[in-house]
């Protein structure tokens, strides 16, 4: 099981490269630019994987509570509002 600052680490690293992709992908879908909308779709699939891996051994219980709950909400990550809500019950 990783220790918590890998797997914090890991869960913010992978929500940057989904935003960064999120982004390449707008700025592709304005400018018509494939090349753009394919670099953000990759991206987007990294960031996902990357928060897949961090959340695997994690405990719903021991997360961030209200914070994570609202850093979902405001991402649109559904898995970190979820787990954030989870965790301040606790």
């Given at each position: 099981?990783?220790?918590?600052?890998?797997?914090?680490?890991?869960?913010?690293?992978?929500?940057?490269?989904?935003?960064?992709?999120?982004?390449?992908?707008?700025?592709?879908?304005?400018?018509?630019?494939?090349?753009?909308?394919?670099?953000?779709?990759?991206?987007?699939?990294?960031?996902?994987?990357?928060?897949?891996?961090?959340?695997?051994q994690?405990?719903?219980?021991?997360?961030?509570?209200?914070?994570?709950?609202?850093?979902?909400k405001?991402?649109?990550?559904?898995?970190?509002?979820?787990?954030?809500?989870?965790?301040?019950?606790?």
């Open positions: 099981m990783a220790d918590k600052s890998q797997e914090q680490a890991g869960l913010i690293g992978g929500h940057a490269q989904y935003v960064k992709g999120a982004t390449e992908e707008v700025i592709g879908n304005v400018t018509g630019s494939e090349e753009w909308k394919d670099s953000g779709i990759k991206d987007k699939e990294s960031g996902v994987n990357t928060m897949k891996m961090a959340t695997e994690r405990d719903p219980t021991q997360g961030y509570g209200k914070v994570e709950e609202l850093a979902g405001a991402t649109g990550c559904e898995g970190m509002e979820r787990e954030g809500a989870i965790s301040k019950e606790q």
